[in-house]
């Protein structure tokens, strides 16, 4: 079966006629108490602009290296507003969006780049112990399935590629996977046992803002930098009310309209939909097994991950990645029915068993796609400004990785990390509107069109060969 062809967009559906545009997470209790935004001018020795995961590790990291160094971290709404606060929760230890990704574009750093990318994750499983934050930090792995012909005949590959760099990894026939996690449309399937995990966002987030504040990190929220400028021998950062002086700042702000022009031709902001049900009954978990509660995805260039949270309901996102022409991010996208209505739609075709199951939560959040999938880690302003933006959706891990790599920059170290090519280069920039929109949805049919078929057409080939793409 294949879950394109479960109606057209457009249509609602019965199981979303209550649901609230919330994001789960965040609706959850016990959120920090909000930091009043700045009201006067002041002076730091490193600014950061934007409060989630990249500015909040870079903060906590730049305090562990120099307890002295006076930082300061600048929020446009709350900490966790953006993605950090609104993700799936999966966290993976790779740096290069995926192991073939990898493979492909830096073959010969692939040994570095794992192990950095698994020393990260295991930073970031020990500093979560250490400090005591309860954000349901757990390496369960995850299941990749197949749903049609064509995504079976990859999955000896990708058993063998995960074999090859060390993973802890399974082969599963239809049947095998069906009785793992109950659903009729699962053609075969890849448990990945090592690698990656699941948490709760929220309080991951939460928990690094009260770390950095422990730390003594001044934050300010509900404070848009609105300007960034050299000034003397450093930086200065304007705000509605007040201005910040600093040797030098960090720029942690995503897919959100960047401070510096150059950022706005490498990031692609995309918007993806999330979807959560109702706590399920003990029948309906009965119904559909998955006892390891491991992260789930389907397999194809646009592809659903789904997991379960820990007070038993469903979080069910991804497929429809949409970019909105001229790099709009305004929350009122965030609300579109016709990518709620399809993630319904697909959700009961994948567990028909739980009909009736109504959704309580739904929501979207930008994305920060690059041509490369990766991100784009540098310097500014002569030095004084770093930015690590352009996750492509797998930054949970990887924001503490960049933030390691903007201090690194910013200190004038050369380091194991700054030496990596996925740090020296930078992805290609996409080409400015009025030609980026419609590009987009050119690209966006053909990888369409290659989940259908199997076939990657002309298009997607020569991008492969430029090492370009668009991903969610
Ligand atoms: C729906 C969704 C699902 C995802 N699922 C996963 C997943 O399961 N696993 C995974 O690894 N990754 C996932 N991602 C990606 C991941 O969440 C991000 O890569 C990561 O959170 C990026 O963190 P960040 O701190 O760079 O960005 P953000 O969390 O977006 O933080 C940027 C902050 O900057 C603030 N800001 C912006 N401009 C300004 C300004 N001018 N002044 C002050 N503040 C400003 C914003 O308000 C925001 O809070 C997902 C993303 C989305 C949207």
């Known amino acids: ?12 559906h019965p199981s979303l006629a209550d649901t609230e545009q919330r994001v789960f997470w965040t609706a959850q209790p016990g959120a920090p108490a909000a930091e009043p935004p700045l009201t006067q001018s002041t002076s730091a ?8 995961l990249t500015g909040l590790w870079t903060a906590i ?15 446009a709404e709350d900490v966790a507003f953006g993605a950090s606060g609104r993700n799936g929760g999966f966290i993976s230890a790779s740096l290069t969006h995926g192991l073939a990704h990898g493979e492909a574009i830096w073959p010969d750093e692939m040994p570095s780049l794992l192990r950095q990318g698994r020393e990260n994750l295991d930073a970031i499983v020990a500093f979560v112990q250490a400090e005591g934050i309860d954000a349901d930090l757990r390496i369960v792995g995850k299941t990749a399935v197949a749903l049609t012909p064509h995504a ?16 802890d990894v399974a082969l599963l026939d239809a049947d095998e996977v069906r009785a793992d996690v109950h659903s009729p449309t699962y053609l075969g399937g890849l448990r990945v046992r090592s690698g990656s995990g699941l948490m709760d966002p929220a309080r991951l987030t939460w928990g690094l803002k009260r770390t950095a504040q422990r730390r003594g990190v001044r934050i300010h929220e509900h404070t848009p930098a609105l300007h960034l400028s050299r000034s003397g021998g450093g930086i200065s950062v304007r705000t509605p009310l007040g201005e910040v002086r600093a040797r030098q700042a960090v720029l942690a702000t995503n897919g959100y309209r960047p401070l510096l022009r150059r950022l706005s031709m490498r990031i692609l902001p995309i918007f993806d939909h999330v979807l959560v049900t109702e706590p399920l009954s003990t029948a309906q978990l009965d119904s559909i097994g998955w006892h390891e509660s491991q992260g789930m995805t389907d397999l194809g260039n646009q592809f659903h991950y789904y997991r379960r949270t820990p007070d038993d309901r469903i979080l069910w996102g991804g497929y429809d990645a949409i970019y909105h022409r001229g790099n709009r991010t305004d929350p009122v996208l965030e609300d579109r029915a016709e990518s709620h209505a399809l993630l319904a739609r697909q959700f009961f075709a994948t567990f028909p068993q739980l009909e009736g199951l109504r959704f309580s939560h739904k929501w979207a959040g930008i994305i920060d796609s690059t041509s490369r999938f990766t991100p784009a880690i540098g310097t500014a302003l002569d030095g004084r400004v770093a930015y690590s933006v352009g996750y492509t959706g797998l930054g949970t891990a990887l924001s503490r990785f960049g933030a390691l790599t903007m201090l690194d920059l910013l200190a004038g170290r050369r380091t194991e990390r700054t030496n990596l090519r996925i740090v020296r280069r930078k992805p290609v920039p996409f080409p400015p509107e009025p030609l980026r929109y419609p590009l987009v949805q050119f690209t966006r049919s053909r990888l369409a069109q290659e989940d259908r078929t199997g076939r990657r057409g002309l298009w997607l080939r020569t991008l492969d060969r430029l090492g370009l793409g668009f991903n969610s």
């Open 45 to 52: 020795d490193l600014v950061i602009v934007g409060g989630g």
């Open 1 to 12: 079966m294949t879950l394109m062809s479960t109606g057209g967009p457009g249509t609602g």
């Open 61 to 75: 990291c730049a305090k562990d290296q120099d307890p002295s160094r006076d930082v300061l971290l600048l929020e």
């Open 152 to 167: 079976v005949a990859d999955l000896i590959p990708m058993r063998d590629l995960h074999q090859r760099w060390g993973e």
